[in-house]
């Protein structure tokens, strides 16, 4: 154990998946120690009537990444959790988190989650990319994504190759 009676395996490599029974000092010692947190809300809520206090682990620099969790008690996508997420923060939370916050929490923070960050989670040169394209719907461009259902989806792409998508976008892609 290290000196804060923990065990020495938890370092950055880690990531805790739900989060929910710990205090402030436990988020501290997260942050501090690099690890990162996985929130599935809809499940939390559903199983435990509570969730991670996840804005206390963002204040404190922890990512936060978004997943679901079992079907029985969670969503059966990401946009749904997606908007679980989105509803507790403008309800709960006071807006505390940008469209952009909850956006990064799908993308760039569930690869650093994974501490595969630099082969995934963003688009650049030589990572690994699956893409997928929301129409805006007169909305800005993170929170067309944080409330786009399936519906809104133009494009999916995986590794490069059409998985589905828009006719016309299909076609024009050759």
């Given at each position: 154990?290290?000196?804060?009676?923990?065990?020495?395996?938890?370092?950055?490599?880690?990531?805790?998946?739900?989060?929910?029974?710990?205090?402030?000092?436990?988020?501290?010692?997260i942050?501090?120690?690099?690890?990162?947190?996985?929130?599935?809300?809809?499940?939390?809520?559903?199983?435990?009537?509570?969730?991670?206090?996840?804005?206390?682990?963002?204040?404190?620099?922890?990512?936060i990444?978004?997943?679901?969790?079992?079907?029985?008690?969670?969503?059966?996508?990401?946009?749904?959790?997606?908007?679980?997420?989105?509803?507790?923060?403008?309800?709960?939370?006071?807006?505390?988190?940008?469209?952009?916050?909850?956006?990064?929490?799908?993308?760039?923070?569930?690869?650093?989650?994974?501490?595969?960050?630099?082969?995934?989670?963003n688009?650049?040169?030589?990572?690994?990319?699956?893409?997928?394209?929301?129409?805006?719907?007169?909305?800005?461009a993170?929170?067309?994504?944080?409330?786009?259902?399936?519906?809104?989806?133009?494009?999916?792409?995986?590794?490069?190759?059409?998985?589905?998508?828009?006719?016309?976008?299909?076609?024009?892609?050759?």
């Amino acid at each position: 154990t290290d000196a804060h009676g923990g065990v020495d395996a938890l370092n950055a490599n880690t990531a805790i998946i739900h989060g929910v029974g710990l205090n402030a000092s436990d988020v501290q010692l997260i942050a501090a120690d690099g690890m990162k947190l996985i929130w599935s809300p809809r499940s939390n809520i559903a199983l435990y009537g509570d969730t991670a206090p996840v804005t206390l682990y963002h204040r404190l620099g922890a990512p936060i990444a978004l997943g679901t969790d079992w079907v029985l008690s969670g969503s059966m996508n990401t946009n749904r959790e997606l908007a679980c997420a989105e509803f507790l923060n403008a309800n709960y939370y006071g807006g505390f988190f940008s469209y952009q916050d909850l956006w990064a929490m799908v993308t760039v923070n569930g690869a650093k989650a994974m501490n595969m960050d630099a082969h995934i989670g963003n688009l650049g040169e030589g990572k690994l990319a699956d893409i997928a394209i929301f129409y805006r719907n007169g909305l800005g461009a993170y929170e067309a994504v944080v409330k786009g259902n399936p519906e809104d989806v133009a494009l999916v792409l995986r590794g490069g190759d059409v998985l589905s998508g828009d006719a016309s976008l299909v076609n024009a892609l050759g």
